[in-house]
């Protein structure tokens, strides 16, 4: 049973482009959460989706962030028009029934 | 929001020592999680202990969830052991399972 996996593993841009990021969960999984997190604080909530509907958003997703996960399989993160307060880790994790989740490598973004 | 306070913040081991680390919860909690954080940022999983207590190898812990607070222990601490310690709970009143997780202790073993 691999884990969950994340694509990229690091990612630099410059301020203005757009990025996407993909998670992999563990297979089965229905329910699947992105999360930020920033240096020296725990990881924040963003997005959670089950099967393929985006059940919730936090207020930090802002409207140039966009989730979708059209398959109830993989899902991605896209941000667009990125800025130099979104550089932070993105952490995606996943889970079935019981409620114990499950997190991914994450993906680190750096935007210059 | 839930407020989750962990403490203390930073904590230094000699290898071999003992440590005990703490979560405090604002308002009720469940599916209560402890995860260790290592250097490249991957959370590893330590414990899902929405209540009572667990133990494997040298860590264990205790949740006591009528009094909204978790402990972690350590034993017998490794250079291995080093690293950011992050505990989490959902609070169902307000969201579908996202976990809430506080600050973390950062957690270095000198050998």
């Known amino acids: 049973d691999t884990g969950v996996s994340q694509d990229p593993r690091h990612k630099i841009t410059k301020r203005g482009q757009n990025v996407t990021f993909r998670c992999d969960p563990i297979?089965?999984?229905?329910?699947l959460y992105w999360y930020r997190q920033t240096l020296g604080q725990g990881p924040e909530f963003l997005t959670y989706?089950?099967?393929?509907?985006?059940?919730?958003k936090s207020r930090l997703l802002s409207d140039r962030f966009s989730a979708e996960r059209p398959k109830g399989s993989f899902s991605t993160l896209e941000i667009q028009r990125t800025e130099q307060g979104d550089s932070a880790m993105y952490l995606c994790?996943?889970?079935?029934?019981?409620?114990?989740?499950?997190f991914g490598p994450g993906t680190r973004l750096t935007v210059l | 929001g839930i407020q989750v306070e962990q403490s203390p913040p930073d904590l230094i081991l000699q290898e071999g020592a003992n440590s005990t680390l703490r979560c405090n919860f604002s308002?009720?909690?469940?599916?209560l999680q402890w995860f260790h954080q290592n250097p490249w940022g991957q959370l590893i999983n330590l414990f899902y202990?929405?209540?009572g207590t667990k133990q494997n190898g040298r860590l264990s812990a205790t949740t006591v969830a009528t009094e909204r607070y978790s402990l972690l222990y350590i034993s017998s601490s490794q250079t291995t052991d080093s690293g950011v310690y992050f505990c989490?709970?959902?609070?169902?009143?307000?969201?579908?399972?996202?976990?809430?997780f506080g600050k973390g202790t950062k957690l270095s073993v000198k050998p």
């Open positions: 989490a709970g959902v609070n169902y009143g307000g969201s579908q399972g996202n976990l809430i």
């Open positions: 994790a996943s889970r079935t029934g019981p409620p114990e989740q499950f």
């Open positions: 308002d009720s909690v469940n599916n």
């Open positions: 202990i929405p209540s």
């Open positions: 297979s089965e999984h229905n329910r």
């Open positions: 989706f089950q099967n393929e509907a985006q059940l919730e």
